[in-house]
């Protein structure tokens, strides 16, 4: 067998979510892997480099999968962006090392979360987006940032209560970008746990708000109690932006 890396985009909004389940073939990943076991005439199972949530977009979402010897690449790629929903597209498919995991061997990954602050909403990218028309702190909110950057046990910030796994997390970076009306939030880290991205987002908006202040987040890390942290931002404004190697 050969190992295959697969570089996908998608647009998250009808999906449920990237993961495979029981209850729905409606997933990114079980729409590419029935695809991939047509043109390969044999079952294929799909590795993500992240699972993202319902209707959360990747503009970069890298995946591994093994195909018989002798698999015409150029041919198999030509199908995926021939078959694939629209909404979902191949951008590249290559011959990998045996060894290599989309997830395990991810050494970076970068999210960004994009609020629309003006009066109005954009009808046209308000799928990509948060409407939030509020003028917010975003001194606080950068203030709050660099508080929850760094190497820190996130389990505050995770909707998953039930996990035996580390919740320690390396988190480089997160900035806040403005273009116009659009304020971007970029996170990048080693790892996030699930709904971690958003329950950060959720948090610095509050600080954003006037309605927590950036000093309480180290008392919110250190709780380790997801009732701390502030609510979940909707998925809609969430992309995948960038996986590192």
Not at 168 to 189: A, K, N, P, Y
Not at 190 to 210: A, H, P, Q, W
Request: with cysteine.
């Amino acid at each position: 067998m050969t190992r295959l890396k697969l570089t996908l985009a998608y647009d998250g909004t009808r999906y449920d979510g990237w993961q495979r389940q029981g209850n729905t073939a409606n997933t990114i990943q079980a729409r590419v892997e029935a695809l991939l076991s047509r043109a390969l005439n044999a079952p294929v199972e799909v590795h993500g480099c992240g699972r993202t949530d319902v209707g959360v977009h990747a503009r970069t979402q890298v995946c591994h999968f093994d195909a018989p010897d002798g698999t015409d690449v150029t041919a198999l790629l030509a199908d995926l962006r021939r078959y694939l929903p629209e909404d979902i597209a191949a951008l590249a498919l290559e011959t990998a090392d045996p060894r290599f995991h989309a997830r395990l061997s991810c050494r970076e990954k970068t999210y960004v979360y994009r609020v629309r602050t003006g009066p109005a909403r954009d009808v046209f990218t308000r799928r990509y987006e948060l409407f939030l028309p509020e003028t917010l702190d975003e001194a606080a909110m950068a203030e709050g940032a660099k508080l929850l950057t760094g190497t820190h046990d996130f389990r505050a910030f995770t909707n998953n209560r039930r996990t035996k796994k580390s919740t320690v997390r390396t988190v480089s970076g997160i900035r806040l970008t403005r273009e116009g009306d659009l304020l971007s939030l970029w996170f990048t880290g080693d790892g996030f746990l699930y709904n971690m991205v958003r329950i950060m987002t959720g948090t610095l908006l509050e600080v954003g708000e006037g309605k927590r202040r950036a000093g309480e987040l180290p008392a919110v890390l250190a709780s380790l109690d997801r009732t701390q942290a502030g609510p979940l931002a909707p998925a809609q404004g969430l992309t995948l932006w960038e996986v590192l190697y």
